[in-house]
């Protein structure tokens, strides 16, 4: 009895033995580890909506809003709101100002001059030549090298903080530029 007992308990053991070695042979080969990278949220749109709206002010959207969505965030047209002249489809940017105009009131209202010392569409950091890189506020040439050499030792940017780890951006430069830029989420 105690011999069949043996046998039986020897051949659970080989058996899970076999089983292990099975799984372990089928199993991927796991050489190259996975890499997960944070995603990053893209920042909402602050909008200044005035004129002819119920609530004029700054209205915080999604990436990606139009104009539409501004004035129904503002509460929508009111009563002499002249909307004919807007286009509602266009996109909207971070920092923009929306004007509906009364009717019979022109379109446009004068307004200041446009503040041009910032790009107007936002610079991917991963991609952008030299040159390109010279134009953004607080980065001249040795600037805009220093960031193509990171990038080339140390791969994509990640988030557009990590722009901060070139030497000589820190955190002042950083601020002059972080809403002109973006990193590509692609290679």
């Known amino acids: 009895m105690a011999k069949t007992i043996y046998t039986l308990v020897l051949g659970i ?21 996975i890499l997960i990278l944070p995603t990053s949220t893209p920042a909402n749109l602050f909008v200044h909506v005035a ?16 104009v539409e969505q501004a ?6 047209l009111s009563a002499n709101a002249e909307a004919n002249g807007l286009n509602l489809a266009a996109r909207l940017s971070d920092g923009q ?15 200041p001059p ?16 030299r040159e390109q ?15 193509i050499t990171y990038r080339q030792n140390h791969g994509r940017f990640v988030t557009i903080e990590d722009i901060q780890k070139v030497p000589g951006i820190g955190p002042a430069i950083f601020e002059q530029i972080r809403d002109s830029i973006l990193v590509s989420e692609s290679p």
């Open 51 to 66: 004129g002819s709206v119920i609530r004029p002010g700054t209205v915080i959207l999604p990436p990606g809003s139009r």
């Open 133 to 147: 890189l010279e134009e953004l506020p607080g980065i001249g040439p040795s600037k805009a090298e220093a960031i």
């Open 13 to 33: 053991v080989i058996g899970l033995l076999a089983a292990g070695l099975i799984l372990l042979i089928a199993s991927p080969a796991r050489t190259t580890p």
């Open 114 to 129: 446009a503040d041009t010392s910032m790009p107007t569409t936002k610079l991917d950091i991963n991609l952008a030549s």
């Open 71 to 76: 004035i129904q965030a503002a509460g929508g």
């Open 97 to 111: 100002k929306i004007y509906v105009p009364r009717m019979g009131e022109a379109a446009t209202p004068e307004a």
